[in-house]
């Protein structure tokens, strides 16, 4: 079998790759892993908290009271402009000219 | 440590899956060098070969309990190292992009040639920075013994047009290794 002449050059390819690596390399993954890890669950934690629900909860129900009361004013003056079109039409009727 | 048997990487793979962080760095330490020396031959920098070691490692650990063929376990961490290299010079190709001033810095300028180096190392370095980072990829993937057929899975094409290009990369690579050295 035919050996690249590259071959000799891939092996320290390969040493010199693994020199960048520090000595330390397999812990400091392990350790990010583990602070990537608390810190998500600190994110769920706060998310979680009794007060933080407390805050949704507050938020949400503020949320519906303005859509509802959003709905309401604009189905009012559906209707307000409803009336006021049928009074302008009899005021209309009305006229002696 | 860099051959494991297959019965026991299995094992290992299953420990490693549940989470038990021995398991884990034995994983690490068996493969570190091989993800660095591929990681290199893609990317041709020494200081992008920690960084994105770490980052294929870290995501190893996080995605090993959805990895539902253990016995897949090594073509599937070469395939999340390829990605993560290809990742690494489409966002340098990006941030090249909108920040040319940038451009001397970093980058596709090849790694100057240290002392230490022998000349057959800066001519194969040369030689694969002439290659696409894909070409690159897959060489650097046949390089590590990864079947044809795996390969050509990885790259979504058929076996008989990767046997195609990695001829034709091989051959580029060849003759920009001779130019070089």
Known sequence: MNTPPESRAWQQLQRHAAAQLSADFPDRVLRQIRVSRAERSGVARFFLHPFAVSAYTAAACLLAVVILHSRQTAKANERHLAEWREVAMQTASLDPL | ?181
């Open chain 2, 1 to 181: 440590m860099d051959n494991i048997e297959p019965t026991a990487l299995l094992e290992l793979v299953q420990q490693a899956q549940q989470g038990h962080e021995d398991a884990q760095r034995t994983l690490i330490v068996a493969y570190q060098n091989r993800i660095a020396g591929f990681i290199y031959s893609i990317t041709g920098r020494s200081d992008s070969v920690e960084d994105l070691a770490q980052v294929v490692f870290i995501k190893m650990i996080r995605a090993l309990p959805r990895l539902d063929q253990p016995a897949q376990f090594e073509a599937w961490l070469f395939r999340m190292a390829r990605n993560a290299c290809i990742d690494h010079l489409r966002r340098q190709r990006w941030q090249r992009l909108f920040s040319p001033l940038e451009q001397e810095e970093h980058a596709e300028i090849p790694e100057p040639p240290t002392t230490v180096d022998s000349e057959e190392l800066d001519a194969l370095r040369h030689a694969l920075s002439k290659l696409k980072p894909k070409d690159r990829a897959l060489i650097a993937l046949a390089q590590e013994g990864r079947s044809q057929q795996e390969m050509a899975d990885s790259f979504g094409i058929s076996v008989v047009a990767l046997k195609a290009r990695l001829h034709r990369a091989r051959e580029q690579l060849r003759q920009f290794y001779e130019h070089a050295s």
